[in-house]
Structures are given as C-alpha cells and as structure tokens.
C-alpha cells in the first residue's frame, strides 16, 4: 500500500531490508534522507558505493582490508606466534578494543551451522590451515562465540589442528552463553582470552 510517493516508498523497503532496521527506523531514515542537502546525500551514496567496491580481503588473515595485506597481518610487532581465530570482523575491532592481544587474527566469516546449510568449505577454513604451515607459530586461539554453532566450529577446526603438532587453546567461558564477543566489554575480553584452557 503506498502512503508517500513511490520513491520514498522504495527507500524505505531498502533501508527495511538492512538487519535490525524495523518499518517505522526504515521510515524515520528515509524522512532523513530526503531532509538531506544534495551534497549530503551524495556523500552518503558515495559511502556506501565505495565502501563496496573497495574493500579488500587481507590475503593472509581474510579480515577486511584496504590493501591486499591488512594493518594488523602488515605490522611487524605483532606476534607471530599466535592466531587469534574469530567469526567476523567486528570480532577483531572487539579483541582490538581490549588492547590485551598482540598477536594475529584469522576471520572465518561465519560458522559452521548446518541449520543455515553453512558447510565448513564455505568459511576460510583452508585459508587457516595453510598458515599452519609457518614455523612461528606456536598457538591456536579458537574465540568463536559461545553459541553451539560457535562451539561447534572451535571442535571442528581443533581437530583439524591437532595432527600439526600446534597448541590449541579455546578463549574462557567468561563470555555470556549465547553472547557475542563484539558486544563484551573489555575486562570480559582480557578475561577470556588469559583464561583460555588447551583443547
Ligand atoms: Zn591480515
């Protein structure tokens, strides 16, 4: 049913698409939108096109990147030694946030979960264990969330580890069952990370 004029209607089903974005925000965002001066609404636009095509997958850890080497994989005080692996992205802002670890990361982009028929070849799995081969490394973490897709996952990926002789650990359970690591706060991070057990 059309309320407003056929193009505000399409913006808003655009913005309604977008997670956690309910009718009446859609609504609330589209009005701003169009409240928007042209050169606002242009940079708003540019952003998004941008952001699209120029972002980059870091060849070594898969996290978002603006070069073909990411900021973290591409400095030369992080430890070598130790992979930090998380689903997401927004895992390494988190992890980042505490200021607690210096080592490396591995993004997975999601987890397995046969509910949603994720299977493990769909995530960077190989990507990982290719870096396995590096004989600095010395350490594992497994930081998927605490969720069962999340568990599900750390066991998977242990067991593929294990035959290359390199210590696997799995971050604390000081993380709220179910939680999300990008949501904890910094002590609950640190906390999980110094309290992490060998698989
Ligand atoms: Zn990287």
């Given at each position: 049913m059309q309320h407003f004029s056929n193009h505000i209607d399409i913006l808003i089903e655009q913005f309604a698409?977008?997670?956690?974005?309910?009718r009446k925000t859609a609504q609330r965002l589209a009005f701003h939108v169009i409240n928007l001066s042209q050169e606002e609404v242009q940079e708003l636009a540019d952003a998004v096109v941008n952001a699209k095509e120029n972002i980059m997958y870091c060849q070594?850890?898969?996290?978002?990147?603006?070069?073909?080497?990411?900021s973290i994989c591409g400095n030369p005080s992080r430890d070598s030694a130790i992979i930090c692996v998380v689903e997401d992205p927004r895992d390494v802002a988190a992890l980042e946030r505490s200021r607690e670890y210096r080592g490396k990361y591995h993004v997975l982009h999601g987890t397995i979960s046969p509910m949603d028929s994720i299977t493990p070849d769909m995530l960077k799995i190989k990507e990982l264990i290719k870096r396995l081969?590096?004989?600095?490394?010395q350490e594992v973490i497994?930081?998927?969330?605490?969720t069962i897709d999340g568990e599900a996952t750390a066991m998977y990926i242990a067991r593929l580890i294990k035959p290359f002789g390199i210590k696997v650990t799995r971050i604390a359970?000081?993380?709220?069952?179910?939680?999300d690591i990008e949501y904890a706060d910094d002590v609950t991070i640190s906390k999980a990370l110094e309290g992490r057990r060998e698989l």
């Open positions: 698409k977008l997670p956690g974005i309910g070594q850890c898969c996290n978002i990147a603006d070069s073909s080497l990411c081969a590096d004989t600095e490394l497994l930081a998927t969330n605490p359970h000081g993380l709220p069952v179910g939680g």
